[in-house]
């Protein structure tokens, strides 16, 4: 088990509707990743927040936002659900940002995620 | 950027045989690759990781092996175990991505 916590674990929504995802990072990480991962497939990079402020983005669009506190933790939120949506979505933590050149900072470790369900 | 792939969707062993899940990876440059256990319900799962500086990596019960010449890698899992049934992916990271996974292996172990 790591040490990253999400919640909810479960989340029932209906389109057209905003919804904020929360994490903690394993205790000594300072960056968080956010994935999302629809069913029978691997998880998709979202975005990472290093230092309150985003350190790169995958491919999705500007109404998924985040934000990182002080104390490392960070949500995701996003705005005018639509159906797609509907996925696993997943928090990992890890010791500093990535493309830095240091490899540790590319191990990921993760929550159990949010299931959201978007009707 | 990269992309990592697994050869097969779904593999059935039988309990207390090996397990062999492959991986190939697309970006020669690539220098780090992890591999993920996810069980129903819950998040990837760290497993075990190597360098591409490395051709093989042990760990309790599981081996990775890299061949760089062909960009493809391997985790074997000696003496499968029911607790061993789930998705494994492999992972690498990418210039613009922390890691990218392919879609993953299922593996189903047989009493």
């Known amino acids: 088990e790591t040490g990253v916590t999400q919640s909810p674990t479960h989340l029932i929504k209906t389109r057209g509707q905003q919804v904020t995802l929360r994490c903690s990072s394993q205790s000594g990480h300072n960056t968080v990743s956010w994935y999302q991962q629809a069913l029978g497939q691997g998880p998709q990079f979202i975005f990472q927040y290093y230092r309150e402020e985003e350190n790169g983005r995958g491919n999705f669009p500007p109404r998924f936002s985040g934000l990182q506190f002080p104390n490392y933790s960070s949500e995701l939120n996003v705005n005018a659900l639509e159906l797609d949506d509907s996925a696993l979505y997943l928090c990992a933590s890890s010791l500093g940002p990535f493309g830095t050149g240091k490899l540790t900072n590319e191990k990921l470790f993760f929550g159990s995620g949010t299931q959201l369900s978007v009707l | ?111």
């Open chain 2, 1 to 111: 950027g990269e992309s990592v792939g697994l050869h097969l969707p779904t593999l059935s062993v039988q309990e207390g045989d090996n397990s062999i899940i492959n991986c190939a990876y697309s970006n020669s440059a690539s220098d780090y690759f992890i591999w993920y256990k996810q069980e129903s319900g819950k998040g990837p799962q760290f497993i075990i990781d190597i360098r591409s500086n490395m051709d093989k990596r042990q760990g309790q019960r599981v081996t990775v092996l890299l061949n760089k010449t062909v960009k493809h890698l391997s985790l074997q899992i000696a003496a499968t175990q029911p607790g061993d049934s789930a998705v494994y992916f492999c992972a690498g990271p990418s210039g613009n991505t922390p890691l990218v996974f392919g879609k993953g292996t299922r593996l189903s172990v047989i009493a």
